[in-house]
Nanobody, 111 residues
Framework: QVQLQESGGGWVQPGGSLRLSCAASGILLSNSQLGWYRRAPGKQREFVAIFTRSGQTYYPDSVKGRFTVSRDDDKNTAYLQMNDLEPGDTATYYC?????WGQGTQVTVDS
């Protein structure tokens, strides 16, 4: 049974940082391509980052240079480091593998 569990969300002021975690079970992240997505209220789900099986990473322009994905194979956990956060980054963040999604973790950027 595949499970993805996000954590690490919270409230932060503009310019602040957060690191989200995605703990996986039932799959090996070292053999998997994991995506990060977000959904803000009233908006469509947006792609945020991808960490491929080979370790390549891709980001949309909206977060490039501010967000970084990584992976700890020993912990079977993926991370999304988010720096220089902006109010527009406020959303629920999800990790995804194939058809499986975590429950999401809320990020709020507000002064």
């Amino acid at each position: 049974q595949v499970q993805l569990q996000e954590s690490g969300g919270g409230w932060v002021q503009p310019g602040g940082s957060l690191r989200l975690s995605c703990a996986a079970s039932g799959i090996l992240l070292s053999n998997s391509q994991l995506g990060w997505y977000r959904r803000a209220p009233g908006k469509q789900r947006e792609f945020v980052a991808i960490f491929t099986r080979s370790g390549q990473t891709y980001y949309p322009d909206s977060v490039k240079g501010r967000f970084t994905v990584s992976r700890d194979d020993d912990k079977n956990t993926a991370y999304l480091q988010m720096n220089d956060l902006e109010p527009g980054d406020t959303a629920t963040y999800y990790c995804n593998w194939e058809q499986y999604w975590g429950q999401g973790t809320q990020v709020t950027v507000d002064s």
